[in-house]
Structures are given as C-alpha cells and as structure tokens.
C-alpha cells in the first residue's frame, strides 16, 4: 500500500493528544489509499483496525461513564468535566473528536468496501475479498452502534469520501434506519467473514454476538435469545471460564502500539493521570464475596480507589500498555439469555444463566421473578462489566430508567441523546442539532 495512507493513520493518532477542537469534522475526512492487490488490501484492512485505537480511551470508555452514576470525572479537563456534570453543551471538543474518530474508522472501512470488490489482482481470491469485506462492514457497524446508542440519530455514510463538498453535507438517519444498516453489516460478517472466532479481530462468532446485543436493545426477545445461545453453544457454563478471559472481540495493543488507559485510570500514587475514578455507587454496588470488585476496584493500594480492569501501571510512559478493550464477552452473552427469557417468561432458563454469572463470581443462586429480573440483572451487568463500556448509560437508557436512578446527580429528559457537534451541524446545512440541548 502507497505510503500515504500511513501517514494519514500517524496523523489521525496524533490529535489523541492534541487539542480536540482542531479535529476535521466529518464533512472533510480524508479518503484512504488506492486498493490495487491482495497486498495492499490486507494492509488497508490492518489501517481500519488500527484507527480503532485512535482517541481509544474516550471513544470506547470514559466519556459514557462519566454520564451514569458509574464514574466521576476526577481529572482537570473541562470537556471532560461537562459529561461529568451531566451537562455537555454541543460546542465540546472532545465529544466532537469522538465524534469524528467513529467517522474517521467508518471512512476506512467505506473505502475497502468500495476498492475491495474492484481489484482485479488473479491472486485475490471471491473468498478472501468476501473475508475482507465481512471484516470492514464488521467494523463499520460497530462504529455505528457507538454512535446510535449515544447520539441517536446520526449522518449515515456509506460510500467514502474524497474532498470536501456539497455531496458530503449528509442528513441524520433516523435510529430505525441506522440500526438496519448495522443488523446488515454484522450479518455480512456473520456469513462471509472466515475466521470462526477472535478475539482480536472480526469472526462469525463475534458477528452474531453483535446481533445479540443489538436485538437486546431493540427488545427483540426471542432474536436475543437465540442468537445468545448460538455464541455460547449447547450446554455451556460461563463459571468455567475465568473472568475476564470469556473474551468474543476485544481491541488489541502492543507494547509498540499500547494504550492509555493505565495511566487515565492510574492512581497519581502508580504515576496515572486519575482522569478517571470509580463512583460511590459502584464503590457500593458489589454483594459482600463478589470476586470481582478486586479486578475492577483496588481501595487500598493508593491514596483513592482506582479502576483494576486496566492494570499495566508498570508499563512504563503512557501509551505503552497492552492491556485490552473488552468489547464483548462471554458473559454478556449469557446476561442476554436470561434478559431475554426473562422477558418471555421463562423464568427457570432466566435463573439458570444468571446464576452462571454470579458462579463465577462466588455467589449465591438467586431465583428470577416477574417482579425482580428487571432490577436484579441490571444489577448484574453492572457489576459485570463495570468499567468496560458503555453498558451502564444505555441499559438504563434502554430500560427507562435512566432519569429514575440518575435523576439524582442531575440527569433528565434532554439527557437520552447527546448533541451533535456543533461544528458539524454549522457546516453541514443539512444537520439539525438534537432535541433539547445546551446551545
């Protein structure tokens, strides 16, 4: 591949320390080099993975965090501070370059969509392009998830863009629309990507695991249901397999490609930056025995608590640990199950793969009910995957209860989405902020 295309990762990965409000907006995302063989289709692929690492610690964890009742915002950044506070204004650079990182990846893999199908190379075999784009439309729409989940409707872009223009002055999608073109890609994937399972990279496996979670958000029950216990296979038990290691997809790091996440969840007293610290409530919100508090929460290590799940503190200068971004696991798998059984009355499969999860944990069986599933597996997942994701904002969200629990510290109706960058929606005459916002 030409060397252009590396020098546009380089650059995108610089802005992760740079000021946030000189990020392009999407309306100007560069394209990616040409695809002229199996060669340098591969390594444009290998460029789509690699800008998932891009702005990766508040792309994929704190920014939804800091807006639930799971994390404070223990740092000095005021853009940060705002989700904390719970009152983000549309003019915020970080949310902006969030943003427009989701968009940065999307482009590139809207590039190996379209250049892919149209090398002619003899060496580039039907499967091997059908592989290729499986793997991008993959990651298309997990890019996409992000940002239905937390902006709603957003500008849906599926070819790549070149220059800047009046064709790129794109409309929001309704959510309806955006959540069809993801069932679509991980479908893609889920029957055209080769590889079974990862969890480093895109699988069949980690493709239904998505359908999974997104027919849980969409209260599609009994697609929930089966697509959970399809990942998981007949007759699995999660208490066998160790937590943390039940990984479906996760986002990979080298100790010449690491991350920063040691150093944001890092206490001052390991030489972190403690941007990000937990909350009272998950301070709290483990059963007494849960085995996994120590592996997410350490409380008497440092001067404060501090999140466990990143936990290269000894990796030297930030940026250089290796630790993964859990994306899907195992046990949300089977925290579906029982969701979505639960919703269909069956409350004895419900009990059964709960209780799988709290297993692991060294707890006690508990017995789902038409009056306490709701509450007990939220509780559940909260604790399961504390700091891992966005989990807790949108299941609250999705259950209808985010302003019932974080009404207290400030949430409300206008809270459900997200603004839009406002610097998007200046440029693009074609964008209408959301809703109610701070503008």
Request: charged share 15%; net charge negative.
């Amino acid at each position: 591949m030409k060397k252009h295309i590396f020098l546009f990762i380089i650059i995108i990965s610089t802005f992760s320390c740079a000021d946030l409000d000189d990020l392009a907006p999407i309306n100007s995302i560069p394209t990616a080099s040409a695809i002229t063989d199996v060669s340098s289709a591969k390594a444009a692929l290998n460029g789509v993975y690699s800008s998932l690492q891009d702005g990766n610690f508040d792309k994929w964890l704190s920014l939804p965090q800091f807006f639930s009742d799971e994390a404070e915002a223990t740092g000095t950044f005021p853009t940060r501070l705002e989700y904390g506070n719970l009152n983000v204004f549309p003019a915020n650079g970080t949310a902006a370059g969030v943003f427009t990182g989701l968009y940065v990846t999307i482009n590139n893999a809207n590039n190996v969509i379209a250049l892919v199908p149209q090398v002619t190379d003899p060496n580039f075999t039907a499967e091997d392009k059908q592989d290729i784009i499986g793997q991008a439309k993959f990651i298309r729409a997990h890019n996409y998830l992000q940002l239905v989940t937390l902006w709603n409707d957003v500008p849906l872009i599926l070819q790549p863009t070149t220059d800047v223009g009046e064709a790129l002055n794109v409309p929001t999608t309704a959510a309806s629309g955006i959540y069809d073109q993801i069932i679509a890609d991980f479908t893609d994937a889920s029957q055209n990507v080769t590889a079974d399972t990862g969890p480093f990279a895109a699988s069949k496996q980690a493709a239904n695991a998505f359908l999974a979670r997104v027919a849980l958000y969409q209260g599609r029950w009994s697609d929930a249901l089966s697509l959970a216990q399809s990942v998981v296979g007949d007759g699995f038990d999660l208490a066998t397999v160790p937590y943390l290691e039940d990984q479906i997809y996760s986002l990979n790091f080298t100790s010449t490609d690491g991350n920063v996440l040691n150093f944001f969840y890092g206490p001052a007293d390991f030489g972190g930056r403690y941007s990000i610290g937990p909350s009272q409530t998950i301070l709290t919100a483990f059963e007494e025995g849960d085995t996994r508090f120590a592996a997410s929460i350490d409380t008497s290590s440092a001067s404060v608590p501090y999140g466990t799940k990143y936990p290269s503190f000894d990796a030297g200068i930030a940026g250089t640990a290796t630790d993964p971004i859990f994306f899907i696991r195992h046990a949300e798998m089977v925290l579906i199950a029982a969701e979505a059984a639960a919703e269909m009355g069956d409350f004895g499969t419900a009990s059964m793969y709960i209780n799988q999860v709290r297993a692991r944990a060294g707890l006690g069986a508990i017995e789902l009910d038409g009056t306490n599933y709701v509450e007990a597996i939220l509780q559940e997942r909260f604790v399961e995957f504390a700091f891992e994701g966005p989990f807790r904002l949108i299941d609250l969200r999705r259950r209808g209860m985010a302003e019932q629990v974080l009404g207290p510290i400030g949430y409300d109706a206008c809270d459900s989405v997200w603004p839009l960058p406002q610097r998007d929606v200046d440029r693009n005459p074609n964008l209408t902020q959301n809703g109610c916002c701070n503008c």
